[in-house]
Structures are given as C-alpha cells and as structure tokens.
C-alpha cells in the first residue's frame, strides 16, 4: 500500500505552483479511440471515475503508453490498460510490417518522410553492412570533426559504443573498420584537419596485424581486398606522414598538439617496416626524416621570405626590390636575419625534444635553412658601397645567435659569415689607426693643454675622425658602448682634450671588437694583439708629445718668486697620469711578447713621470736658490752688507725702518704654499703628489745646507738669520701639513740646517741683544702665523 496520494497537476510556464489539480485515487485510466474535433494532441486516454471522465492527449503512441503506464501505477487499479490492436497497414511497397514496430500515424508520415521505410522493412541479411558501416562512420567522423572543440579525430564513447554495436550486430570485420577509418582520417587531415598520429598508429598497428599474421591472439583473417587496400593506405600513410613532418612548423604549430611530431616520426617508422615484426634499419629512417627536412629547409624559408615581403609574387615588387637602396636592402636582409633566428629559435624550443634521435639532422635542416639566407644576405651585401660600415650589426647578430648554438657554432654558414666580414673588419681596423694616428699628430699641434671637464659632457658623442687623407668618412663605431672611465669625466678629469679624445677612441674600437666576439680563436686572438700593440703605440707617442710640451712650457716659467704652476702644466701632469691609468686596460695582454710590450709602455709613462716631477722640483728649487741669492747680498765682509748696515742704522734715527729679509721671506712662503695648493686640486694622483712634495721639500732643504755649509766660517747677518728662520720653520710645517712623512721631514740634512741655525740664533742673542725680534727656531704656540 502506497503511503503516497497521487496527483495529476497543470502549471503555467515558468510557475512552480500548478494552476489545476486532480488527485488520481478512485479513478481508472484506459486507452481511448481518437476524438477528433479536440485539439492538441493526436493518441487519447481517460480517466474515469463514478462516471467523471478526464481525457488526455500525447503527441506520439509511445508517449500515451508512458503517461497510461506512470497513471495506472498511480490509480492502484486492478485492470492493466492495453492498447487497442490496431489493423496492420501495408506499406507503399507491398511488404508487411512486423508487430513490434507498428507506428501511429505520426511516426509513419516521419518515417516515410525521411526515406527510412525501405531500411526498417529490410531483411538486414541481404544489406551491405560492410559498405553501410562505412558510410555510418563517416558521416560520424563528419559529425565529430565539426564540433566546437578538437576531437584530434577520436570518437566520442557513445559513438564508439553504436559503431560496436553494429560492427557486432551485423557481422562487420574489424580490418575492414580499421581500413575505412585510416581512409577517413588521412581525407581529413590532407584537408587540414588536425588528427592525432597515436590514432593512426592504433588503427594501422590493427590492420598490420591482420594483413601479416601476427595477431597476439593468433586468430584473425584478412581478404585479399583488404590486403590491397592496406597496401594502399600504407603507401599513402607514407607520402603524408613524410608531408607533415615536412611541414612540421605548420602541421604542428609551437609543438601543438603535445607530442604529436614525435608520434608521427615513431609512426612513420612503423609504417616504414617491412611486416610487423622486422624492425627498420635505423639508416633508412634517417635518410627519409634527412629529405623531410632539407624540404621543410626550403618550405620554412620561402614562407618567411614571402612573411618578410623579401621575394613579392608580383613582378612589379620584384622589380622594385631589385632597384632598392643598398641602405633599404641593408635594412631588409636584417629583419630577414631576426626572423630566421627567431624560427630556428622556436625550432628549438618546441620541435628539438621530437628530433632528438638525429640531432645531426635538425643541424643539417638548419645549415640548409641558413644557405638559403646565404644567397640573399651575399645579394644585399655585395650591393653596399666600398668602405661602408652599416653591415656590422648584421654580423654582430649572426655570430651572436651562431656561436652560441653548439651545433652551428663553425659550421658552414657561420665559416662563410666570417669569410665575408673578415677583410671588412681588418680594412675598419687599418683606417682607424690611420685615422687616431693623424688625430693625435693635429691635435697636439693644436693643442691648448686646456682642461677637458669643461667639454665633458660632449665627449660621448664624438663621432670618429675625418681622415682628409682618405677617400672616405669614418662613422660613429656601430653600436659603441660608453667606456667605464667615461663617468669620471665629469667629476675629477683634467685632462686634456686630445688625449681624452684618444683613450676614448681606442677604448671604443677595442669595445667595438670585443663586440664582435669572433669564434675563430686565431684571428680573435690576432685581432686583440693587434688594437693592444696599436694603443701601446699611441699612449706612446701620446706621452712623448706631452713630455716635450711639458719642458717647454717649464722653460718658460719665471724663476722668481712670482712664479704659480700654470693650468696646462697641471693638464700635462694628468694626462700623463691617465696615461699610466688606460695602458693598463688598453694595452695589457696575458703573457708572451705583448707582456713585453706593455711593461715597455709602462716604464716609458714611469720614466717620463720621474722627469716632470725633477723637472718641476728643479724649477722650484731654482726659485729658492734665487732666494738665496738675494741673501747673499748680506755676507759678512761684503760691500753690500757694510753699506746696508750703515744705511739701515742711520735711517733708524728718523723713521721706521721695516724689517728687512721678511718680505723676501714672506714671498717665497706665499710662493710655496699657492703651488701647494694648485698642484694640490688639479692634478688626480695622490701618490704622484706625495712624492713631487717629498722630493721639493728635500731638494729644498738640501739647496739651503750647502748655502749654509758654503758660509761654515762667516757669521750670518742677522738679516739672513731672520729669513732662513722663517723660511725653514714654515716649510717644515707646509709640507708637513701637505702630508709629508716625518721620515723625509726630519732628515739629517734639516737636523743640520736646524743645528746650524739654532747656533746661530744663539750667537746672535748675544751680540745683537734681542735682534732677532722675537723669530726664533723653537715651536711655540703663540708663535703667530704668517
């Protein structure tokens, strides 16, 4: 007994309460003869109760047997409705149908519509399954490939299952499904459709089986008409299998689908196989994928040339191509250089996994691809004018992507590159050293010895020299980079302008080389030789040039006092310095000969520095010894020191005498304290300083114990006393404070200036009484500074 009480409800669209219900207990539901007149449906059947009756109407019969069936189990009645027998009807060919498939009148219009009374009436021994099976899984492929999402030709398991229930219903051979399905799936994918190879293979493997007798179970036969026809198929299988992987950058885009190439290479050897059990000498598979791919060489580059718009298919651009600028054919056979990297590139990254078997082969396919570039690279060089540098950024592209690849890197195109540019790069470097050798000859004739940090900020931009001499301009280095000593430039360099000029140009050709990064050691290594000796050549006519401009820039000095170290004596010192700075980097090699040469260099700079330093130490010595030769004037027992005596004391009755040796004194302190200090903010090396300031101040004292020791036997004129006094006491305190060691300070030639002194001041405590006027040799802190 139900616990349930059932119901027959009628809603409105979209409403989830009904608008009428019946409940259906007490009532009897039955078949019913058609009403006609009513509309809405065209089988009937009632409900019927205490003489109430309800009638319902379907579209079909087998909807009315569904909806009486779900009422009747409602109701709980005991009569079991059945459908009234209905008289069988002959169908338009005379045949009869069977009892089990008789139709309402609906069914029979749509059936007799759609063809299909010929089928179901048939006696299915006496169909073609075999030919109908064929055409049933066509059209079901063609249904599948046409779905919004790809199949890559697999049924989905609900036509798998249909088409095994008919191969199982009637009788259909498995070799014969396999073979229409293979027929099926090459149509597709010669018309571009994406099939997946691991179904071919399962089919074929199928088929293979069969047609060579190695079935796993040992059962299974095979006609001769489908031995034929696999035959056939192979051979076809064959020819596109050898398309696809010919055109594997298209058939399998970005290595799409995943593993796709690779199953189509392991399907072709299978298909390559003699039988099924033999396996393929691994020679005859290489030498097919070998031909493959020198064709997918040509396929993928005349497609990129057609891309790059190189080779148009009109005459007319043809035409226009030929008459282009050897600018234009530059800029064109560099964008076609990027793409064909750019494709080797994706080459590897989403095909090289499936090649992986013949790496040799896909090198080969790359050589081939390259000596179709070879062609219209040598066509757009050959194009360019003489002594033209604009392609050197094609071979910097190149030989970047070529020396880089392990397979490439010296191949044959890689070689031809280099065969090409070689003479290009020897002839650039022969007119550049040509070129900076008369830049260095005019600029120092020229020369203003002015600081360069003035023009710092321009320096970047300097394009390389006209040479007036040769039948050509030399362009901006392509693709220089900013030296790393640039960005001093514009906080400490004073240097001058040509020789700034020169360590750029040569830091930028050897960057510019370096660049190039050459694969052949031989020539790379000649290469580097060559730009080093060539900057030892320069720095040293550079150095030569200063050192000479330097003596005679000294020579014209004043000796006295007055004299201040001019700006470019200063601009001379440092680019001497700078000099030493860059041989290391411009000049340096490891080992052999060109070691050698750069020690020669650099003992060149280092004797060169030790001069101008003496010669400056000289020149400030001179002043001094000038110095001293105004004191000698004061000898004890001269004519000049009796009559200055004489005339100072006589002149003392009736004015202020000033005190005579201070000024003398005060000059020459002020003289050595402004050199200090120029000296001190324009030249750059600390160390070069130090020693300049060690030497001075040794030589000085030096210059004033011979003075000293020449005068052993005479008594110094208190004005001598005086000024020496001051002299020396204030240049043991300038250097010292100029970071003088006290090693160099407290020599023994001070320790005998200061003995000598100290006696004297000692002497003349005592006979002058009190002459000296408060100068005396020992440190005081109230001592007041002047």
Request: charged share 25%; glycine share 4%; with cysteine.
């Amino acid at each position: 007994v139900s616990q349930y009480t059932f119901a027959m409800c009628s809603y409105r669209e979209k409403k989830s309460e009904p608008q009428e219900l019946m409940q259906l207990e007490g009532y009897t539901v039955d078949y019913t003869d058609p009403h006609p007149g009513l509309q809405g449906g065209r089988m009937f059947f009632n409900a019927v109760k205490e003489g109430d009756t309800v009638i319902f109407a379907s579209d079909d019969e087998q909807d009315r047997i569904l909806w009486v069936q779900a009422m009747y189990r409602a109701t709980g009645q005991s009569y079991k409705p059945v459908p009234a027998i209905q008289t069988q009807k002959l169908n338009p060919k005379g045949g009869t149908l069977h009892a089990d498939a008789q139709l309402s009148g609906k069914d029979a219009d749509r059936f007799q519509k759609h063809g299909m009374d010929e089928f179901i009436s048939a006696n299915p021994c006496k169909l073609d399954h075999a030919f109908l099976f064929r055409i049933l899984q066509r059209q079901t492929l063609d249904h599948r490939l046409n779905d919004s999402y790809s199949c890559l030709g697999w049924f989905s398991p609900g036509q798998v299952f249909v088409l095994d229930e008919y191969c199982a219903r009637y009788g259909v051979r498995g070799c014969h499904r396999h073979l229409c399905y293979l027929t099926e799936l090459m149509e597709h994918s010669e018309n571009g459709a994406v099939i997946d190879p691991t179904l071919l293979h399962y089919s074929f493997a199928f088929c293979a089986s069969h047609v060579h007798g190695n079935r796993p179970d040992g059962i299974g036969t095979v006609s001769v008409e489908e031995k034929e026809r696999f035959e056939e198929i192979k051979e076809r299988l064959s020819s596109l299998l050898e398309n696809q992987i010919s055109h594997f950058r298209y058939c399998f885009p970005f290595g799409r689908p995943e593993g796709a190439l690779k199953a189509t290479l392991s399907l072709l050897e299978r298909v390559l196989m003699k039988d099924i059990a033999t396996p393929i000498p691994a020679e005859e598979v290489k030498k097919v994928v070998r031909k493959c791919l020198e064709k997918a060489a040509l396929i993928n580059y005349t497609r990129l040339t057609e891309y790059a718009k190189i080779e148009g298919p009109a005459e007319k651009e043809t035409e226009t191509m030929n008459q282009a600028s050897p600018a234009r054919k530059l800029e064109e056979i560099l964008h076609l250089a990027e793409l064909c990297i750019e494709v080797l590139q994706q080459n590897e990254e989403h095909h090289a996994e499936a090649f992986a078997w013949w790496p040799d082969l896909l090198a080969e396919h790359a050589e081939k691809f390259w000596a179709l570039f070879t062609v219209d690279m040598d066509t757009a060089l050959e194009a360019q004018p003489q002594d033209s540098w604009d392609s050197f950024p094609l071979f910097q592209l190149l030989n970047n992507f070529l020396r880089n690849d392990t397979l490439l890197c010296n191949g044959k195109f890689h070689k031809h590159l280099q065969e090409i540019f070689v003479p290009l790069v020897v002839r650039y470097v022969d007119l550049m050293e040509s070129s900076i050798a008369q830049s260095i000859h005019r600029g120092f004739e020229q020369e203003t010895w002015q600081p360069v940090k003035n023009i710092a900020n321009s320096l970047p931009n300097v394009a390389l020299p006209k040479v007036p001499s040769l039948p050509l301009n030399l362009p901006q280095i392509p693709n220089i980079s900013t030296p790393s000593w640039m960005p001093s430039l514009y906080e400490s360099t004073n240097g001058s302008a040509t020789s700034e000029d020169l360590f750029w140009k040569l830091d930028a050709l050897q960057m510019f080389v370096f660049d190039l990064h050459w694969p052949e050691q031989e020539f790379a290594h000649h290469l580097e030789q060559r730009l080093k000796l060539m900057a030892s050549d320069m720095l040293e006519a550079c150095v030569k040039r200063t050192r000479t401009a330097f003596e005679l820039k000294l020579q014209k000095a004043s000796k006295t006092t007055d004299l201040r170290i001019p700006a470019s004596v200063c601009t001379m010192f440092n680019v001497l310095v700078d000099a030493k700075k860059q041989s290391t980097k411009l000049c340096a090699l490891d080992g052999g000969q060109e070691q050698q040469y750069h020690s020669k260099i650099d003992d060149l700079i280092d004797n060169s520095v030790k001069e101008i330093i003496s010669l400056l130490v000289s020149k400030f010595v001179s002043v001094l010894e000038g110095v001293l030769s105004k004191l000698s004037r004061y000898d004890e027992g001269t004519f000049f020191s009796s009559i200055l005596s004489f005339t100072v004391k006589a002149a003392a009755k009736y004015v202020d005498v000033p005190k005579p040796g201070m000024d003398l004194a005060d000059t020459y302190i002020m003289f050595v304290r402004q050199n200090q200090d120029i000296l001190r903010e324009k030249v750059n090396e600390e160390m070069y300083i130090e020693k300049l300031f060690d030497q001075w101040y040794s030589s000085s004292m030096k210059v004033i114990c011979v003075w000293l020791t020449d005068r052993l036997d005479l008594q110094l004129h208190i004005y001598q006393l005086k000024t020496l006094i001051k002299i020396v006491k204030k240049t043991y305190r300038d250097f010292r404070l100029q970071g003088v060691l006290e090693g160099t300070l407290n020599s023994k030639t001070y320790d005998t200036v200061h003995r000598r002194l100290t006696v004297e001041e000692a002497t003349a405590s005592v006979s002058e009484g009190g002459g000296l006027q408060g100068i005396t040799m020992k440190d005081s802190d109230e001592e007041e500074e002047g």
